[in-house]
Structure formats: structure tokens, C-alpha cells
């Protein structure tokens, strides 16, 4: 692998002047983004900024108001373009898990992987078994989600996600509504993909771990990208005073979340 989110490596994710807004309210106000082959960028930014929205308007989940995006050098905001298409050529994790409760954990991880791949049933399960057996659960693989912990229940979400061989992940919030004890498994699965090659967009509020993981930082404040750079340089030495603002307030007393040293 050469070194991740340099300009040797394509660009998968490509977005270009995006706007969006929800009624009256300009939610993304012109996002330039660039997300290369192997690169895991991080989204920060307070409650609003519009973290999730970017994500959403990345696989277009979300449609745009202006802009383009392109996946791997195809224009998929084209009307033209088939977004089942497109859509199965990238992974979503979400906060909440979204198992499909009626399913099986083998049948959630089957699921799209039969449906993008085609996958015979046995050829499916086969590949499902060896993912969830890497990740420590395939002993759970006949469970219901409802019998898994919320920790197991992501990190099945994660498997689900890139049990389609996605070219890119997109990962929303995905231990905000885990009890803090089980966050650390589900961030070890994303360090472990991180550290397998996979692309990576990640909004968090876990500045530790995206000081750790990500190898770009992008602050989002009033649905504008205000500063990027890596970990070292956006969490250690920001240089805009919005940025400063926003880490400052990750150190005030009464928060549970600190920057790490
Ligand atoms: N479907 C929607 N309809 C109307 N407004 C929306 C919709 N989705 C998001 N918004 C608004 O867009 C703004 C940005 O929301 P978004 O969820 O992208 O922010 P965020 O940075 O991800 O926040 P958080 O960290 O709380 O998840 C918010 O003001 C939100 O209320």
C-alpha cells in the first residue's frame, strides 16, 4: 500500500461544490472533498454542522441541491445514473445499528451481499462466516440481533457493510448510542479496516480515536468545511479560530469526552 491520501492514490470520493438545504435552512454551503484509496478521513464538528448530511449526500441517500459527487471518477450525482447501483458499491454504518430485527445475524450479513453480488446461498454464508468468525462472533451467527449486546450488534452492522467488498465506507456516529463500555470493540473493528487498506469517512465525536486512526481531519462548522489537516496538525496546532473554539470546548470541565494528549 503506498502511503494512504497521497496524490499517488485516486481519488474514490470526489465532491464538488455541494449545497443542500432542508426548507429555508442552508445546511451544506459549498463542500469541496476529496477522499483517496486507502485514506480514512474523519468529520468533526458540533451537533449540526452538518456531518451526517455530508455523509448522506455522499452515496446521494440524500439528494443535492447543487454540486456533483463522483465515485471513483463516475459522476453519480448524474440523473442518468442508477443509484442501486451505486449505492451497492458503498458501505453505510449508521448510529443506530439497523439490523433487520426479523433476520438472523447470517441472514443480515448475507442479505446484500446475495442481493449486490449475486452470491449463491452457501457461497454467501460461506463469506459471512469467515468475516463474522474474524471478528469473534461467528458463534452468533444463528442469533436474533435482539440476543447481542449493542457493541455486537454494530460491529455486525460493520460486517454487514463490508460484506459487499464496498470501495468506500461511509461511517455515521457509529458509537454515539453505545453504552461507553462497548465502544472501544466497535473502534477497534474500524482501526482493524483502517489498517487493512479500507477507504474511510467516519463522522465522530471520538477525537482520540480519530487523533488515532483517521489520516485527515476535516472540521465542519455552519455546513462549510472550515479546516482540514492531519490528526497532529488540525487537533494539536489548529490554525483557524472556529477550530480553536470548537476543540476548547472537548476540554472544558463537565464534558465527557477529552482530547487526548
Ligand atoms: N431531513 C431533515 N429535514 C430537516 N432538517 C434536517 C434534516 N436532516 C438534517 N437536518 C438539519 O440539518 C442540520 C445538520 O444536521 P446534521 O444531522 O447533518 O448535523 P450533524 O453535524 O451530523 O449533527 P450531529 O452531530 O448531532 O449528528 C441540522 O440543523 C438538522 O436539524
Redesign the pocket.
Known amino acids: 500500500m503506498t502511503s494512504p491520501g497521497t496524490e499517488l492514490e485516486p481519488a474514490v470520493l470526489s465532491m464538488r461544490g455541494i449545497h443542500k438545504s432542508?426548507?429555508d435552512?442552508e445546511?451544506l454551503r459549498g463542500i469541496d472533498l476529496d477522499v483517496r484509496r486507502h485514506e480514512v478521513v474523519a468529520l468533526i464538528?458540533?451537533?449540526?454542522?452538518?456531518?451526517?448530511?455530508?455523509?448522506?449526500t455522499a452515496n446521494l441517500l440524500?439528494t443535492i441541491d447543487d454540486g456533483q459527487v463522483f465515485l471513483s471518477g463516475t459522476d453519480i450525482s448524474d440523473p442518468r445514473v442508477k443509484l442501486d447501483a451505486v449505492r451497492a458499491r458503498i458501505g453505510v454504518v449508521f448510529?443506530h445499528y439497523n439490523l433487520f430485527p426479523h433476520l438472523s445475524v447470517l441472514g443480515n450479513v448475507t442479505l446484500a451481499s446475495r442481493t449486490v453480488h449475486r452470491r449463491g446461498k452457501a457461497a454467501a454464508e460461506k463469506h459471512a462466516l469467515e468475516l463474522l468468525d474474524q471478528i469473534g462472533l461467528a458463534d452468533k451467527a444463528r442469533e436474533f440481533p435482539d440476543r447481542l449486546s449493542g457493541g455486537q450488534q454494530q460491529r455486525v452492522a460493520i460486517v454487514r457493510a463490508i460484506a459487499t467488498d464496498p470501495e468506500l465506507l461511509l461511517l455515521?456516529?457509529i458509537t454515539?448510542a453505545l453504552d461507553p463500555e462497548l465502544v472501544g470493540e466497535v473502534l477497534e473493528l474500524v482501526r482493524t479496516l483502517a489498517q487493512g487498506g479500507s477507504t474511510i469517512v467516519m463522522?465522530t465525536?471520538e477525537m482520540a480515536f480519530a487523533r488515532d486512526v483517521a489520516h485527515r481531519v476535516v472540521f465542519?462548522d455552519g455546513?462549510l468545511i472550515v479546516e482540514q489537516g492531519s490528526p497532529e496538525q488540525l487537533l494539536g496546532h489548529p490554525e483557524q479560530e472556529r477550530t480553536r473554539e470548537f476543540l476548547a470546548r472537548f476540554t472544558t470541565p463537565g464534558r465527557t469526552q477529552q482530547l487526548p494528549a
Open positions: 432542508f426548507g435552512v445546511v464538528g458540533a451537533s449540526g454542522s452538518g456531518k451526517s448530511t455530508l455523509l448522506r440524500e448510529q455515521d456516529e454515539s463522522a465525536h465542519l455546513g
